[in-house]
């Protein structure tokens, strides 16, 4: 936990599709569910969303499962923008901020919506929290693993002791102050609204972090109590809450939001189905 540090705030990008396609999401899209190439007129599509980034941004995995399809996302998502642990702080006021009012962020676990400026290390302060666990492969808050906002969330700072490193599972007794989540001693269970948000998250950095630039390969696992390996499960729950509760508006507009700053998406979010691609 750190101290209140008061930086640049983030340009707000336009929700792009990517950047080599120039193809622009509406983000009436996003709230209405309406399809993003959809014509007014009847007269005709453009593209879709989906459509678009697999003719550019993932036209290298399009067609391949299991470890080739693995590959192919790690090779693609690998070309990001690093960001500084303190840079994290601006970066989740954009990504995380609540929609219905623009001077708050949402709290993953607790739902909570909380100024923006009320972070720091108090009790009622929203932190940083490393829905990977940064002590799951021992890559603390080092640029890469450790600062990679597509697992980095706001949570209420006693929330966030209550988590600490343990795995993802089913069951345990409620968490106070993040109604819908349960703990004991060996795994914690989200609030169901971010089950799915808490898997693609995690799948996300098994993919990302391969081992090969310098940082543990981390992976997950049937297992719960992983301790300091590089591992986190329960890989089981995982996938069943990827299934149970999809990317809703909100994921995907934090999905463009990270691509704005951090130049790499979350692949589960565009296609969860790949989940079930790889992890069979």
Known sequence: MSAHHKH????RPVLAVVAAAAVAVPASAFATGAPPGASASGGGTAPTAAEALD???????????????KTALHSIISQQTKLSYDEVWDALQTTDEDPDDSGNVILLYSGRSQAKAAHGSGADDWNRE?????????FGTATGPGTDIHHLRPEDASVNATRGNLDFDNGGDPVEEAPGSKADGDSFEPRDAVKGDVARMILYMAVRYDGSDGFP????????????????????????????????????ARNE???????NRNPFVDHPE???AIWK
Do not use: C
Request: charged fraction near 30%; proline fraction near 5%.
């Open 257 to 263: 939001r990270i691509f704005g700053i951090q130049k």
């Open 274 to 276: 790949w989940v079930a």
């Open 130 to 138: 490393h829905v990977w666990a940064k002590s799951h492969g021992d």
């Open 217 to 252: 390969d981390l992976e997950p696992n049937d297992r719960v109590g992983n301790g300091s390996a590089p591992f986190m499960g329960s890989l089981t729950a995982l996938r069943q809450w990827n299934d149970a509760d999809p990317p809703d508006a909100f994921e995907k």
């Open 8 to 11: 640049r705030s983030w340009r």
């Open 55 to 69: 003719d550019s941004y993932y036209e290298g995995a399009v067609g391949k499962t299991g470890d080739e399809l």
